[in-house]
């Protein structure tokens, strides 16, 4: 297992929006008005209604163009800005999962995360057990979402930042050889795109 | 859960939320939240939408008049806040005192 880090998580300290922010959610919680999975499901409904996420697009253009995908893994933010979807909002590498190697991604000082491309990160991301525990036990944790790997898998954790952020590029699932780009886009989870999933066919789906 | 809200998706003028190609942009994690929380209140009836939506025209409104940056989602965070203590639901007094912790990293909980 490897496990980079580019630094400089905090470039700036947290605006008084994000803590006012904070400190609402959480006095809301603490009266037992609002729970923080209430407040998740609303922006994942309001996220839902509004399109796939980005990053799915992304995704299934790489699996039915190489070339896209070549310049993909190279430069991801260039790569992203060709679809039109602004990916120089700050630098983004993708990190493509094969059979042999597992690429997860996480933010062990706070929670950066690509958000231009995968939208807003889900509570267990922020979470301190998830930030801690994936470098040290990633197949635990991985086991825990459900995510078995074979012992000869290397599992690769890599901890976000400020300035570089990570996206995965999951396995194409068999038996969707004949999908359209957009029915495959529809099966790209957030999950898999931060590593902690397979995308799965259709016919396992549901 | 689905938004019992409809109405938030068809709010039009000023109080109209920000798109870029039919997608809502939020331009922090932030900003996410305090919508997510604007709308959980709602959908647990704290206060009704239209409600919500009448102090957000009134905050964008007034920031235009004192020539205030046009920020759409701190215009919405401070409609939010002025709603529930107008309702009684938090007082400014512990809402400061909080963002204070979180400010100094006395509480820090993600």
């Avoid at chain 1, 407040?39 to 839902?48: F, S």
């Avoid at chain 1, 310049?71 to 990190?95: Q, Y």
């Avoid at chain 1, 529809?186 to 590593?195: C, K, N, P, Q």
Wanted: with cysteine; hydrophobic share 40%; glycine share 8%.
């Amino acid at each position: 297992m490897s496990h980079q880090h580019a630094g400089g998580h905090h470039p700036d300290p947290e605006s008084y929006v994000a803590l006012r922010t904070k400190a609402l959610e959480s006095l809301l919680i603490e009266k037992g008005l609002l729970s923080s999975d209430m407040v998740d499901a609303v922006v994942r409904t309001y996220e839902q209604d509004i399109g796939p996420l980005k990053g799915a697009q992304v995704v299934a253009r790489a699996w039915v163009d190489p070339a896209y995908k070549r310049r993909l893994l190279a430069d991801g933010s260039a790569a992203i800005d060709e679809l039109g979807l602004e990916g120089r909002r700050s630098p983004l590498v993708v990190l493509e999962n094969t059979p042999t190697v597992h690429n997860v991604v996480v933010c062990t000082l706070c929670s950066c995360y690509p958000w231009a491309v995968l939208g807003l990160p889900p509570t267990w991301y922020k979470a301190p057990a998830y930030r801690s525990r994936v470098v040290i036990e990633p197949r635990v944790v991985l086991r825990e979402f459900g995510l078995e790997l074979d012992e000869s898998v290397e599992v690769r954790v890599w901890d976000s930042s400020a300035e570089q952020r990570y996206m995965v590029l999951p396995e194409r699932p068999a038996g969707t050889e004949g999908l359209p780009e957009g029915e495959l886009a529809a099966l790209v989870t957030r999950d898999s795109m931060i590593g902690v999933a397979k995308v799965k066919a259709p016919a396992a789906v549901g | 859960m689905a938004s019992t809200h409809p109405g938030v998706a068809l709010m039009d003028g000023a109080a109209a939320l920000p798109r870029k190609n039919g997608e809502l942009v939020f331009q922090s994690p932030w900003e996410g939240r305090v919508f997510g929380l604007a709308v959980a209140m709602s959908d647990r009836q704290a206060y009704a939408w239209d409600d919500f939506r009448d102090h957000l025209i009134a905050e964008i409104a007034s920031a235009e008049a004192r020539g205030a940056a046009s920020d759409y989602y701190e215009r919405w965070l401070a409609a939010f806040e002025k709603l529930l203590l107008d309702r009684g639901l938090l007082s400014q007094e512990e809402l400061d005192t909080r963002t204070t912790e979180y400010a100094t990293g006395e509480r820090d909980d993600g």
